[in-house]
């Protein structure tokens, strides 16, 4: 594959699907891991900082226009799907998960029992702080801030700003 916008050091490894538009910016030592079974679509002027990793062996992930991904950045196996709409500051450190080991006995490792995954919806105009963490089966609005170090579990309202552990509601933007 030959792209301008691809630094030599990263690493794009695709056996499934992958779309990475002419306009999208790849930085140093961004992982870009896509399984057989794995679906990758990346919007138009999308920027993918040093030490990015987007790992998605099954599942899928698609982004709008203008998304940036903050050094750092992890996206980890959206099972059941990842979108993020356009316009949207995905801050460094942030990690975005898909899945979750199945835990429902103890008769059973955890590692063998069946994984639960869940989609994770991201609205348009979103800003993610630094180092926040997106549980699987999230929904987040359109507009909406979460802050810094911020573990979102739950839904999060257009407009809204949350933070904390777990994430709380802080105001909505006006």
């Known amino acids: 594959m ?19 538009p002419e306009s999208t910016i790849i930085e140093p030592r961004a992982v870009i891991l896509v399984g057989e079974r ?12 040093p030490a990015v990793t987007i790992r998605i062996d099954q599942g ?21 799907g990842l979108t993020i709409g356009n316009n949207c500051l995905i801050g460094g450190g942030v ?4 899945v979750n080991h199945g835990h429902a006995t103890r008769d059973i490792p ?5 994984f639960v995954a869940a989609p994770v919806v ?16 999230v929904t987040i609005g359109s507009g909406a801030i979460i802050g810094a170090g911020a573990v979102v ?3 999060v309202a257009p407009g809204d700003v949350v933070s904390g552990v777990p994430a709380r509601h802080v105001k909505t933007r006006q």
């Not at 990690?95 to 898909?98: A, Q, R, S, T, V």
């Not at 955890?110 to 069946?114: E, K, T």
């Not at 991201?122 to 089966?137: K, S």
């Open 95 to 98: 990690l975005i998960c898909g």
């Open 153 to 155: 579990t739950t839904d």
């Open 60 to 80: 899928w992930m698609e982004t709008g226009r203008e998304v940036s991904f903050g050094p750092g950045c992890h996206i980890y196996e959206p099972r059941a």
């Open 110 to 114: 955890m590692r063998q029992q069946i």
């Open 2 to 20: 030959i792209h301008k916008g691809i630094h030599a050091s990263a690493i794009i490894e695709c056996s499934g699907s992958a779309v990475i």
């Open 38 to 49: 794995g679906r990758l679509s990346l919007g138009e002027m999308n920027t993918i900082y």
């Open 122 to 137: 991201i609205g348009e105009d979103v800003w993610i702080g630094m180092g926040a963490i997106i549980l699987p089966g």
